[in-house]
Structures are given as C-alpha cells and as structure tokens.
C-alpha cells in the first residue's frame, strides 16, 4: 500500500505543482510549501479512503469551525492563528489575528497521540488554502514529518467572482464538493487553548 501511495504521490504532485489550483494568481505565492505537496479537497478525501494512516489536520480558528462547519473526518483540530477579542482593528474592520504559539507543541501532542509516524501522509486545511494551511504544513515538515500536504482549496472554497453572490466562498472547497461536513465537531477533535 505504501509503494502505491508513493506513486500517487508522486503523480498528484506532478499534476498539481503545474495544475489549476495553484494558478489562481493573488494567493498562489502564499500556497507554496517547502515538500511542494499539494491536494484539493476531493484529492485529499480520496487519499483518506486509499490510505487509512492519512491525518486531517484542520488549522482554522473554532469560531470559523462554529459557523462554518467542519470536515468529519478531521483526526486534529489546531488553529494557525486565533482572533484576539482584544484587539479590534478599526482600519480593517475586524478582530486582529494572533499567531497560536502553542500550535507545534499541540500539532506535536496530537501526532503522538495518534501514533503517526514520520512518512505518514499528512493533510493540512485552512479556509480557502491559501495563508494559513502552507506555513502549518511547512512547521510540521520541520517537525521532522516528510509527506505533509497542503490543501488548495480549503473547507470553505474559492470566491464566486460574478454575480449578486460575489465574494461568497460556494466554489470547490471541501464543503461546497459534496464531501462529508457537518456543524457538529467531535468533542475528542476539537482543540482546546493550553492551560
């Protein structure tokens, strides 16, 4: 399983570092990862069903998860960054985000728990892939794990470009292709802050 595995690798690798999903201009230069691996959302799906040692790492703040749902079949809930209730940024209109320095130390706890070894296959989400599931997956490659994915497409998808619904997040995405979602988080995955 592993041999086949490789090759898949190697295969989705080679379609996806020229493909679609990573041309898509303003965030393309935020998708870049050190290993370079890369999945859309119905990719990494189908690479959980081929492989039962893949891991879904979701990185998104709770709040999001709250409101927008959240993959069933995420193994470790881990966010990038946090909005700091503290800290409202007038100019942007919205919370500011703060960098979870605990995030190694609990992506770390996590793997460990689950026994994942360092060739595992390792899949990392964000949003829409683009600012937050690159550098998670490049901090657990310096972990020392060496088949960690990004995925280009995160939970929420791309923006609708035309029409009334302009800017709303309906296309691709893990929600928006029909994968298995639900606003229910599994109490064993969702994160809690370090005490």
Not at 168 to 189: F, H, K, M, Q, T
């Amino acid at each position: 399983m592993k041999m086949t595995h490789l090759l898949a690798s190697s295969l989705l690798t080679a379609t996806l570092v020229a493909g679609p999903a990573l041309a898509e201009g303003d965030a393309a230069a935020y998708r870049e990862t050190q290993l370079g691996l890369y999945l859309t959302a119905s990719e990494a799906y189908e690479l959980m069903q081929e492989n039962a040692q893949a891991v879904l790492i979701d990185v998104r703040d709770p709040v999001e998860v709250k409101f927008t749902g959240f993959a069933e079949p995420t193994d470790i809930h881990v966010p990038w960054v946090l909005a700091d209730r503290d800290n409202f940024d007038e100019e942007a209109g919205t919370w500011s985000m703060v960098r979870n320095t605990d995030f190694e130390a609990q992506v770390r706890a996590e793997l460990e728990a689950l026994d994942v070894a360092e060739d595992d296959p390792i899949i990392v989400m964000c949003r829409s892939g683009s600012t937050r599931s690159a550098p998670s997956a490049d901090v657990i490659t310096e972990m020392g794990f060496s088949d960690v994915y990004s995925v280009t497409d995160g939970f929420e998808g791309s923006k609708l470009e035309k029409g009334d619904s302009q800017g709303v997040r309906a296309v691709n995405g893990w929600r928006n292709s029909g994968l298995p979602w639900s606003y229910e988080i599994a109490p064993d995955v969702a994160w809690r802050p370090a005490e």
